[in-house]
């Protein structure tokens, strides 16, 4: 009996250590692999675990992103091949990426409701040829604005536009910087354009009923030549830096335009409060205002620095021979500042629009403070709704009316489009400038004949009633 007992515990004593060796076999056979996901920006679901066991199998949840649709999980982040939707017959780890997409509306129009899609139009150029829609005011937090569409081009290079359409619907843009991008010509080659604005370049698209407010365009810029055949185009303006397309219902407001340029390279110099430049023929640009200040000191050393600068309150210049510009205004302080070596510069200066040839206005209106300086080396042209420095479009204004105090400082002879002293009633309708403006020639004090206005202060003070005399009843009082 004591011989069985002893053999009883001996077996016990072997089978239980074996017990114990099998079960740590069968953990160290045990293979559990991560799961890591690629959120872009989303929010991940807790029921996505993050390790999984070999044999297991797991059906996906879908994560969230306030203003997209969740398109699927994908194992590669260029979306290629068909969405996962469970994890099974794993060997690996695995690493899973989120796809978004923007929703659209019953009209298939993307929508915008959030600076997160704001950014991702932006940052896609394969949806700059759709068509969307603004759902909520954004304030965009003082961030740096890169634009919609290309900012520079090179021959065909970099130049795609904004050829889609975009419904502000009577929302608000606010708060953000734009900033222009300096360039060096050494790894480019001849000719370089520079455009910069909410939307950079604006190709046959329409942008309607958009309010951007508080838009800062400030810095200091140097551009570099290469060669003697060196030369560019920079555009500036808040709401696009050129359009050929068509634009709204759009104000810029409270926005502030302030640049310190030196160039020592042929440049041309476009800028505007609502627009930079423009293709007005076959487009649209009306009902649109712009309350903005705008403060360019430019210096052109001489030598490579031949320059134009076109600079307005709500377009700097167009290249159109046609079209029409109505029912537009701008209110603001213009400064304008050139400094040139070389006699082969001009500058044109304006309320509404600084360089527009044979384009009709219509129902529109400038109220400025224009304050310009100018060497003798430098043309200037300066005028109330444009400064084309020509008489040639006085029947291409219909209902237009400006009012002006001109600050200027330079060289009297090549003063075009002010009307002062004997020029008033000869030239009324060639000038655009109205006759109870107030012009300060070099110091000169210049008034009108008919009512005398001391400052631009007091203009601004008798905009109400110059306003409600005038029958603007198609915008609303600006202050």
Not at 379 to 390: E, F, H, L, P, R
Request: with cysteine; hydrophobic share 35%.
């Amino acid at each position: 009996m004591k011989k069985k007992l002893l053999s009883f515990i001996f077996a016990i004593c072997l089978i239980i250590p074996a017990m114990f060796m099998l079960s740590a076999c069968t953990k160290e056979d045990e293979r559990y692999f991560e799961v890591k996901y690629n959120l872009n920006g989303g929010i991940n679901s807790e029921q996505n675990i993050t390790t999984i066991k070999e044999d297991e199998d797991f059906i996906l949840s879908e994560p969230t992103r306030e203003g997209f649709v969740f398109d699927g999980w994908y194992e590669s982040k260029t979306f290629d091949g068909n969405a996962v939707i469970q994890i099974d017959d794993i060997e690996t780890n695995v690493e899973l990426f989120a796809k978004w997409s923007l929703p659209q509306n019953t009209n298939n129009e993307y929508i915008i409701s959030n600076v997160d899609t704001l950014i991702y139009l932006k940052d896609n150029k394969d949806l700059w040829d759709k068509n969307f829609s603004l759902s909520n005011s954004i304030d965009l937090g003082g961030i740096i604005w890169e634009g919609i569409g290309d900012s520079y081009y090179q021959g065909s290079m970099y130049n795609k536009g904004f050829s889609g359409t975009f419904k502000g619907n009577g929302y608000t843009i606010s708060n953000f910087k734009l900033e222009i991008k300096s360039y060096s010509p050494f790894v480019m080659e001849h000719y370089l354009n520079n455009r910069c604005g909410f939307f950079n370049y604006i190709d046959g698209g329409k942008v309607s009923g958009l309010n951007l407010f508080n838009v800062n365009i400030k810095g200091n810029y140097q551009f570099g030549r290469f060669n003697d055949f060196w030369e560019g185009v920079v555009i500036i303006g808040c709401l696009a830096g050129y359009c050929d397309g068509i634009v709204e219902n759009c104000d810029v407001i409270a926005s502030e335009i302030d640049l310190n340029i030196y160039s020592d390279i042929y440049n041309n110099f476009s800028i505007g409060g609502l627009i930079g430049g423009a293709t007005v023929e076959g487009n649209s640009i009306k009902n649109c205002k712009a309350y903005c200040d705008i403060n360019i000191d430019i210096a052109l050393p001489g030598g490579y620095s031949t320059s134009n600068m076109d600079c307005a309150g709500l377009i700097g210049g167009t290249n159109s021979s046609d079209g029409t510009i109505s029912n537009c205004c701008f209110v603001g302080d213009i400064v304008c500042n050139q400094y040139s070596a070389s006699n082969n510069t001009e500058m044109h200066v304006a309320g509404l629009v600084a360089k527009s040839w044979s384009i009709m206005f219509e129902n529109c209106f400038a109220i400025s403070n224009i304050s310009v300086v100018a060497n003798s080396y430098s043309k200037t042209y300066v005028g109330g709704i444009n400064a084309n420095g020509s008489s040639e479009n006085s029947d291409r204004l219909n209902n237009c009316f400006s009012k002006m105090m001109v600050d200027y400082r330079g060289a009297e002879e090549i003063l075009y489009n002010l009307q002062i002293e004997e020029e008033i009633n000869d030239y009324s309708s060639n000038y655009y400038v109205d006759d109870d403006s107030l012009f300060i020639i070099n110091g000169v004090v210049y008034k009108s004949e008919i009512e005398e206005l001391t400052s631009y202060t007091t203009i601004k003070n008798n905009l109400k009633t110059i306003w409600e005399e005038s029958g603007w009843n198609w915008h609303e009082y600006p202050y």
